[in-house]
């Protein structure tokens, strides 16, 4: 055979080698964009199909809950909905217990989702407490997004004594807000709202936006409840003494007046009896100047009892106390009143 010439010799062999150099320097379908893409996404459909599991068993509220707070550390934000489920097979009463669970930590869902498995009970009324409990945390949380689902909700999910414990959150919105919402109530409702507000007060930042609320409601309390103003002077006599005298001074209704200065009268007597008592003696009203008179007294003399029987046998006493009550009070300690 003729040997093939040099340089056709060298030519074949680049070439050969050319070829072998390039195929080694392709991507491999192992490692290709696209075949890494089509690698991973069974992987994340497995992961997804995970995370949508269906709960387990119940066997408690414990339980339960471990799972759900499992679920929610992988990100699954339907966890707590699925455990409500009918597949789920939980009878009605550990529905209601799970529920309540997810009540009291209610910070951790979301709470348009947590509001609509509580409206997913069956009615009843540890459910609808339930329900009103939720409701009154929202709204102290997020007040104006709570207040908006309130609004939208059916007026018989709404029981009157709920409105009582959402005050807390409505006296964090503007009082033009609160008293757009109001406007819608009746009056049942709304003495229930009042009574709420006015219970709340000294946990507000601001009273004035309370009392700017309260004065522009025109509402009474039930007959049952102690009476706005009275609440209000007992709960805000610390907040703002001498701008409350003012808001005293300035209310022309005499019954009002009264009740504001015996509310506050109150409070102040708690840790100045004298100055308790001579805010009582300034109360036009028998019925509520006698009962803080009759409570001062008391408390005074469980208190510090030298003092007190000591001031209720002054001249200043002889003033300001009834004669019949300052009598009988000296008398069951054995006195006699000064004449």
């Known amino acids: 055979m003729t040997p093939l010439p040099r340089t056709l010799l060298t030519t074949l062999l680049c070439g050969v080698l050319g070829a072998v150099a390039g195929k080694w320097s392709q991507p491999t379908a192992e490692t290709s964009p696209a075949r890494t893409t089509a690698v991973r996404s069974p992987a994340a459909i497995s992961k997804v199909a995970r995370i949508a599991s269906k709960p387990p068993p119940f066997t408690s509220v414990t339980a339960s809950m471990e799972w759900l707070r499992s679920q929610m550390e992988k990100g699954d934000a339907t966890a707590a909905q699925r455990l409500f489920y009918k597949d789920a097979g939980l009878s009605e009463d550990q529905r209601l217990g799970l529920a309540k669970e997810l009540v009291i930590n209610f910070r951790r869902q979301h709470p348009r989702v947590l509001a609509s498995i509580l409206l997913g009970l069956q009615r009843g ?46 006296s964090k919105l503007p009082a033009e807000r609160s008293l757009a919402f109001v406007a819608k109530l009746d009056d049942e409702r709304l003495a229930s709202l009042t009574e709420g507000l006015a219970a709340s007060a000294d946990q507000v930042g601001s009273w004035r936006n309370t009392s700017a609320i309260l004065t522009k409601l025109k509402a009474t309390t039930s007959k049952e409840a102690i009476s706005t103003e009275w609440e209000l002077g007992y709960k805000l006599s610390d907040i703002d003494p001498q701008a409350f005298e003012s808001l005293i001074a300035a209310q022309t209704d005499p019954l009002k007046h009264d009740e504001l200065l015996g509310g506050f009268a109150r409070s102040v007597g708690m840790n100045d009896p004298p100055r308790g008592l001579e805010l009582d003696a300034q109360i036009q009203n028998l019925a509520i100047r006698e009962d803080n008179l009759d409570y001062h007294l008391d408390e005074w003399l469980c208190s510090d009892r030298a003092a007190a029987l000591s001031w209720l046998r002054s001249d200043e006493a002889r003033q300001l106390v009834p004669a019949e009550l300052r009598g009988r009070m000296l008398k069951s300690y054995g006195l006699e009143a000064a004449r």
Do not use: T, V
């Open 125 to 170: 009324e540890a459910a609808d407490r339930l329900l009103y409990r939720f409701l009154s945390n929202w709204c102290s949380y997020d007040a104006e997004e709570a207040l908006q689902f309130i609004e939208a909700l059916p007026s018989d999910r709404l029981g009157a004594y709920m409105f009582r414990d959402i005050g807390f959150g409505l």
